[in-house]
C-alpha cells in the first residue's frame, strides 16, 4: 500500500468517525466548504475557500494549524475542522491560531472523534484574535468510545477586539467524558461581546472541569458564561465561572446548571469581579437533582422517573 | 356515598350546613356512566397538622366537576395528592380512580391509568420543543393532533410548534401549551389547576370552549379555580376551605354560597401555597 493509499484509508476512517459525531461527511468534497481534517498528527486533507487561509504544521505528536479570515470577508458556509486519533492509543496536540480580520464574519463546526480511545490524550491549545467589528462562531463537539479512557484538555486564550463578537459552545456529551480540563480565557474590549457555552455529561468515573472567564475590559462591552453539565455514577465535575466587569457600562453574567445523580459530585463556583462602579454582572448557579416540578410533570404524562430524567438532561444539553 | 352525602364542618365563617346533593339532568347521566374518582376520608398530615381533612369526593365520569376555594384552602394540595406527588402521601383514607385503588401507586402508574394533572404554573423545560412536549403525553403521536391541540388553545401552530417551553414563553403561553398537552393526551380525569389564573391565559369563554372539547371526546374534568366565574362551567361543585370540602352539589348554589358567605380566611393560616409544592420532596 503506498502512502496516498494509506492516507485516504484513513481519510476515509475519520470522514467515517466524523459521521458517528454527528458531522455531515459531503463538506469534505464540496469545493465551496473550508475544512481541515487532521487524524493523529497527520494532515489528510485541507480545504481553503476565497478569503480564508488554513496553514498546517504536522508535528511530532499533532498539528500546528493556523486559521485567517481575510478583514470584511464574511464567509458564506461554516468552516469544518475534523480532529482525531482513531487508535486506542496515542496523543494529539492541536496548537492552532486563528485571525478573525477586521469586520470579518465566519463560523466553525469542530468535530473532535475518538470512537475507539483507551489510552488517548487530546490537547486543543488555540489563540484567537477577533478584530474590530468581526464575528466569530465556534461550535465544538465531542464524540468518545465508551472506554472512558480519553483525557481531553481544551484550552483557548481569546482576544475580541472593540466591536468584535466571539460566540463558542462546547459539546462532550456523546460517549464517555473520560478526563475533561476546559480552560476558556476571553478579554473583550470597548462594545465588544463574549458568549461561552459549555456542556458535558460525565458518567462512570468520569471527571469534568469546566473554567470559563470572560474580563470585560472595555466600555460597554458584555459577555456571558454559561454551563450546563450532568453528572451520573461516580462522575465528577467542577465548574468555575469567572466575569469581569474591568470597565464602565460592562454588563456580564454567569449560568451555571449541574444535574446530579446516583453518587456523583459535582460543584459550582461562580466568581463576580466588579472594579467599575457602572459595571453590572450578575450570577446563577443550580446544582442538584432533577428539578421536582420538571419531572412529575413528565411523569404526570406517563413516562417513567428514568426516562423523565433522560428527557429532562438531554433537553438541557442539546437545548 | 352514591349519588348524595352530607358534609358538616366546623369553619367558623360558616354557619354548620347539612347539604343535600341533588342530582341534575348532567348529573344522572354521569350516575348512569359511574363514579371515576372516589376519594374517600382522605388526610394529609404534615408535622402534625392536617392539611387535607376527611375529604370525601365522588366525581362522576364524563362530567365537569369544579372545585371552588379560596387561595390557600387546598385545592392545589389535594390535586397533588391525587397524582400522587413526592410528598404528597396521605395519611389515611384512599383514593379509588376507574375502580382501581390507586393511593399507592406512583405518578407514572396513576398517569397511565388515565389521571393527569395541567399545572397552574407549569414548567420550563430548557431545550424541549413545544411539538415534542405535547407529543410525551399521546399514546400514538401525531402532528395533526398536535396542530389541533394548539390551535384549541388559541396558539398558532406554525409560530409555537418549534419554539422552547423555556423562559422565553412568557407564563401564559406556558399555561396554553400546558392545557393543549392535556388535551392532546385525552386522560380519562384531567385535573385543571387555575386555567384561569396569570396573566395572558385564555379567556373565561376559551377555557369553557376547550373544556366542552374535552368532555366531547370523554374525558372527565376535575376543575380547580377561585373564581366564582368558571362555576357555570361545570355540572357540579364542591366547595373547599381548610382542607376541608363542606359542600358539594348544584353549581349554582354552589357558587351562590361562595360568593356569599366565603371570604378570605383570617382565623386560620392558608392550608399550603403553590410554593410550598417545591418543598415537599
Known amino acids: 500500500m503506498n502512502a496516498t493509499?494509506?492516507?485516504?484509508?484513513?481519510?476515509?476512517?475519520?470522514?467515517?468517525?466524523?459521521?458517528?459525531?454527528?458531522?455531515?461527511?459531503?463538506?469534505?468534497?464540496?469545493?465551496?466548504?473550508?475544512?481541515?481534517?487532521?487524524?493523529?498528527?497527520?494532515?489528510?486533507?485541507?480545504?481553503?475557500?476565497?478569503?480564508?487561509?488554513?496553514?498546517?504544521?504536522?508535528?511530532?505528536?499533532?498539528?500546528?494549524a493556523r486559521v485567517m479570515v481575510e478583514p470584511g470577508v464574511h464567509i458564506e458556509y461554516p468552516v469544518h475542522l475534523c480532529f482525531g486519533v482513531l487508535p486506542k492509543e496515542g496523543v494529539q496536540e492541536i496548537h492552532s491560531q486563528f485571525e478573525i480580520g477586521d469586520g470579518a464574519q465566519v463560523a466553525f463546526l469542530t468535530h473532535c472523534t475518538f470512537p475507539n480511545a483507551v489510552k488517548v490524550k487530546h490537547v486543543m491549545d488555540a489563540r484567537i484574535r477577533v478584530g474590530k467589528g468581526a464575528l466569530m462562531h465556534y461550535a465544538e463537539s465531542h464524540y468518545h468510545g465508551e472506554s472512558g479512557g480519553i483525557e481531553v484538555i481544551s484550552k483557548a486564550q481569546i482576544e475580541v477586539e472593540e466591536g468584535g463578537r466571539y460566540i463558542s459552545g462546547f459539546e462532550l456529551t456523546h460517549g464517555r467524558v473520560g478526563k475533561l480540563e476546559f480552560d476558556y480565557v476571553v478579554d473583550v474590549a470597548a462594545r465588544g461581546v463574549a458568549e461561552l457555552t459549555a456542556?458535558?455529561?460525565?458518567?462512570?468515573?468520569?471527571?469534568?472541569?469546566?473554567?470559563?472567564?470572560?474580563?470585560?475590559?472595555?466600555?460597554?462591552?458584555?459577555?456571558?458564561?454559561?454551563?450546563?453539565?450532568?453528572?451520573?455514577?461516580?462522575?465528577?465535575?467542577?465548574?468555575?465561572?469567572?466575569?469581569?466587569?474591568?470597565?464602565p457600562f460592562t454588563r456580564g453574567h454567569v449560568d451555571c446548571v449541574e444535574i446530579v445523580r446516583d453518587n456523583a459530585v459535582a460543584n459550582a463556583i461562580p466568581v463576580v469581579r466588579v472594579k467599575d462602579p457602572t459595571a453590572y454582572i450578575t450570577h446563577e448557579a443550580a446544582i442538584g437533582t432533577v428539578n421536582k416540578k420538571e419531572l412529575e410533570t413528565l411523569m404526570a404524562r406517563g413516562l417513567s422517573e428514568e426516562e423523565a430524567v433522560d428527557v429532562i438532561i438531554k433537553g438541557m444539553l442539546e437545548g | 356515598m352514591g349519588n348524595g352525602f352530607a358534609v358538616a364542618h366546623k369553619n367558623p365563617l360558616f354557619m354548620l350546613t347539612t347539604i343535600k346533593w341533588k342530582a341534575t339532568d348532567h348529573l344522572e347521566k354521569g350516575i348512569k356512566m359511574g363514579i371515576i374518582l372516589s376519594i374517600e376520608n382522605l388526610w394529609l398530615e404534615r408535622e402534625g397538622k392536617a392539611i387535607l381533612r376527611r375529604v370525601n369526593l365522588s366525581v362522576q365520569q364524563g362530567t365537569v366537576h369544579c372545585l371552588l376555594g379560596r387561595n390557600g384552602s387546598g385545592k392545589s394540595t389535594l390535586a397533588y395528592t391525587l397524582i400522587g406527588s413526592r410528598g404528597y402521601v396521605p395519611s389515611q383514607g384512599r383514593i379509588v380512580f376507574d375502580g382501581k385503588d390507586i393511593t399507592h401507586l406512583s405518578i407514572t402508574d396513576r398517569a397511565r391509568l388515565g389521571l393527569t394533572l395541567a399545572w397552574q404554573e407549569p414548567a420550563r423545560f430548557e431545550g424541549i420543543r413545544v411539538g415534542d412536549y405535547i407529543a410525551l403525553g399521546m399514546k400514538e403521536p401525531s402532528r395533526e393532533r398536535i396542530e389541533e391541540a394548539l390551535r384549541a388553545v388559541a396558539l398558532s401552530p406554525a409560530e409555537y410548534l418549534h419554539r422552547t417551553v423555556n423562559e422565553n414563553l412568557s407564563g401564559g403561553e406556558r399555561k396554553r401549551i400546558e392545557l393543549a398537552a392535556v388535551y392532546a393526551m385525552r386522560p380519562k380525569l384531567a385535573i385543571l389547576d387555575e386555567p384561569d389564573s396569570g396573566i395572558d391565559v385564555l379567556s373565561l369563554d376559551d377555557i369553557a370552549r376547550l373544556i366542552r372539547r374535552m368532555t366531547e371526546e370523554g374525558v372527565t374534568v376535575l376543575l380547580i379555580t377561585h373564581r366564582d366565574e368558571m362555576v357555570p362551567v361545570a355540572d357540579v361543585a364542591s366547595l373547599i376551605c381548610e382542607g376541608e370540602i363542606i359542600r358539594t352539589g348544584d353549581p349554582r348554589t354552589v357558587r351562590e354560597h361562595y360568593a356569599r358567605r366565603c371570604v378570605p380566611c383570617k382565623v386560620a393560616e392558608p392550608v399550603e401555597t403553590v410554593r410550598d409544592y417545591e418543598r415537599y420532596q
Open chain 1, 5 to 64: 493509499n494509506r492516507f485516504a484509508r484513513e481519510f476515509e476512517a475519520i470522514v467515517k468517525a466524523y459521521e458517528m459525531a454527528g458531522g455531515d461527511p459531503a463538506v469534505f468534497r464540496s469545493p465551496r466548504i473550508a475544512s481541515l481534517v487532521v487524524s493523529g498528527s497527520k494532515v489528510l486533507g485541507a480545504n481553503e475557500t476565497p478569503g480564508i487561509h488554513l496553514e498546517a504544521e504536522e508535528l511530532p505528536s499533532g498539528v500546528r
Open chain 1, 199 to 247: 456542556k458535558a455529561y460525565g458518567y462512570g468515573d468520569d471527571e469534568i472541569v469546566v473554567r470559563e472567564t470572560i474580563r470585560l475590559n472595555g466600555e460597554r462591552a458584555r459577555g456571558m458564561a454559561k454551563s450546563r453539565i450532568a453528572v451520573r455514577d461516580r462522575a465528577r465535575s467542577e465548574v468555575v465561572g469567572t466575569t469581569e466587569g474591568n470597565a
